[in-house]
């Protein structure tokens, strides 16, 4: 059964026309006027675009004492409903655990997605078996792997640690993340605040001042370079983090950063918000910051200094925030978005004028899609790729509300904000997942995406590699011993 999306416009990260795209077998067939099809999708007054790509979930993920709420299931149902149509979750092993062992939970968790997804392995400690297991991670298709520079004690992993697995990293032709908060500062100052008896969740945010998250994306960075690796910085949430992946790229170097939709479009007032659970519900890290950040994470969007929008979506009920009474560093860290990402980037970006429409797709969809390399089987609009598609209705309108979200959590940290420009059909590999405001799942039709490593290293300015094959110099006139 083919199917035909007639009528719309289509709008890719370099290219906006009129035309129909005709799909089969899950694949887009043929794009161009007239097309007919055995059944026709109508996208009159609609952009035709690549499906969103999340490359930044945590789906029912064992964290700080208890589980993250959202699983495969709610959180790929909460995606299709929003216009994305792949995610990318991060395995994470706990201490001591093989990264094989943790791959085969994270393999487990996932047989019910509604969409395509693939995975990000974390590093959460360092040591043979460690680095004996990455090439086999890699021949699995899983080319990107995370490390946590904060959460000392839990999964943070130190500087020597970083540089072993980034050099390894390089050698194998894959890509570092990382989780840019220095984790030793962060754990002193939680200690003080708690000390001065500052307990609430306000407390979080002045736990993590943006130095902490630019002075480790620094280092990331530096050492990043060091180990010739590529560098994906998370949650690029300051001007101080955004300043050093801006000098980074002006000097060659791949480093890459991602903002979340959170940071772009909620501040920090909310954690002085007088409810404890309002505060609460938003205490994720790193921490929301003030409009002069958010200006600054928007220009990175239009400059092309930043490259990705993603949500960190890692959801927890109103309950499991509130182990955190008393003690703000027991509430779990995290929100949601996965849903909400696409309309409010494109409300706050593309309405306000601020992002172009290409630019929309780009950063939600195809840089992504390129960094990981899976484009253009995803991230395009072009013959031969997935039918990964989003019909997008820019004249739609809403109220996001916890009460019609797909999410498994009581709250939404948009609750209330106007939405305009939504999904009116979302398309997962052909298949109509989403339709006119109600979704239509299929547990177990996400498949796995494999990923092949693309073996770029960073190798353009840096003046590190001449000293790693170390010759010592002669010298005469040493002198003797015990003089
Ligand atoms: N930050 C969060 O807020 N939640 C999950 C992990 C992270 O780094
Ligand atoms: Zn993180
Ligand atoms: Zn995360
Ligand atoms: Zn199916």
Redesign the pocket.
Known sequence: MSKVIKNGTVVTADLTYKADVKIDGGKIVEIGPDLTGDEVLDATGCYVMPGGIDPHT?LE?P?MGTY?ADDFESGTRAALAGGTTMVIDFALPSPGQGLLDALKMWDNKSTRAHCDYSFHMAVTWWDKQVFDEMPKVIERGITTFKH?M??KGALMVNDDELYASFSRLAELGGIAMV?AENGDVVAELSAKLLAAGNTGPEAHAYSRPTQVEGEATNRAIMIADMAGVPLYV??TSCEESHEAIRRAKMQGKRVWGEPLIQHLTLDESEYFNTDWDHAARR????PFRNKQHQDSLWAGLQSGSLSVVAT?H?AFTTDQKRTGVGDFTKI????GGLEDRLPMLWTHGVNTGRLTPNEFVAVTSTNIAKILNCYPRKGAVLVGADADLVVWDPEATKTITADSQQSAIDYNVFEGQQVKGLPRYTLTRGRVAFADGKINPEPGHGQFVAREPKGSVNQALSTWKELTAPRPVERSGIPATGV
Do not use: E, L, R
């Open positions: 945590h993920m964290f993250s946590f904060a959460y989780h998370v949650h205490v994720m890290s790193p960190d890692c779990p860290n995290g929100t």
